[in-house]
């Protein structure tokens, strides 16, 4: 990768961009790559994989899209089960539940399902923590540009490869202060979470870029994302991959 400064508009100090340019995804997609290159190559953080977003119909619908969109996962933002988040530190924050998908071999460009399925070492039950920092749905290139809403990532045990179940069967059950608010099974993924790693791998060549051995992909949430507020626990349980849990104080 070679380092461009990350345009000065997607550095503001408080970490938003509502005061910021309507924008073209067209106008802006070179431009993210060079976000990605300014995050992956600055210390202290470096870029160790990818986020699918907005995979699941209802979370598409929820946001007025029509595809999926994908950002970096920062090694700053790896975190485990259990883990407390500050609420003082979070703008907005919000939760999305996923399988995270480790890959023990780079992919071809033109990516298929099979090829994924062949490549993965491990998988993770997950929740993606995002903010709010925008408004995603009117100005979603500038919300891309800003690593889509990107904070943090929560992973549970990992299920390596040859104990998986099939994924596009397994249904999670959310909940939020042991209330359950939501289940779904991974066929919303774009039919199989594995079709949304694919996707990621097509998409990625369009910028030079592709998945690569040892890549983390968050495969993008079952369910609609939910908000979070001081106080709140979560709790996602995949059927036959494992839970995880995080709370807010």
């Given at each position: 990768m070679i380092w461009r400064q990350a345009p000065d508009i997607y550095k503001n100090e408080d970490r938003t961009f509502k005061d910021g340019p309507r924008v073209h995804f067209e106008d802006t997609a070179r431009e993210y790559i060079d976000y990605i290159n300014y995050y992956?190559?600055?210390?202290?953080?470096?870029?160790?994989?990818?986020?699918?977003?907005?995979?699941?119909?209802?979370?598409?619908?929820?946001?007025g899209v029509h595809e999926p969109v994908f950002a970096c996962l920062l090694?700053?933002?790896?975190?485990?089960?259990?883990?407390?988040?500050?609420?003082?530190?979070?703008?907005?924050?919000?939760?999305e539940n996923e399988l995270c998908i480790v890959l023990d071999r780079d992919l071809p460009t033109d990516a298929t399902r099979a090829d994924v399925a062949c490549a993965v070492a491990r998988v993770y039950p997950a929740f993606?923590?995002?903010?709010?920092?925008?408004?995603?749905?009117?100005?979603?290139?500038?919300?891309i540009t800003d690593n889509g809403q990107q904070k943090a990532f929560v992973l549970g045990e990992?299920?390596?490869?040859?104990?998986?179940?099939?994924?596009?069967?397994?249904?999670?059950?959310?909940?939020?202060?042991?209330?359950?608010v939501a289940t779904a099974s991974g066929d919303a993924v774009l039919g199989h979470p594995y079709e949304s790693v694919a996707w990621l791998a097509r998409k990625l060549t369009q910028f030079g870029e592709r998945v690569r051995a040892g890549d983390y992909v968050m495969s993008g949430s079952f369910t609609r994302?939910?908000?979070?507020?001081?106080?709140?626990?979560?709790?996602?349980?995949f059927d036959g991959i494992g839970t995880v849990a995080a709370s807010v104080a």
């Open positions: 992956a190559l600055a210390p202290p953080s470096s870029c160790i994989g990818w986020k699918v977003g907005l995979t699941a119909p209802v979370i598409q619908q929820q946001f090694a700053e933002g790896l975190v485990r089960s259990g883990h407390i988040f500050r609420r003082d530190a979070l703008i907005e924050p919000g939760f993606e923590i995002i903010e709010t920092r925008g408004d995603l749905s009117g100005q979603l290139a500038l919300a990992p299920v390596s490869r040859d104990a998986l179940p099939e994924l596009d069967v397994v249904t999670v059950r959310v909940r939020i202060n042991g209330t359950e994302q939910f908000p979070l507020a001081r106080g709140d626990r979560i709790e996602a349980v």
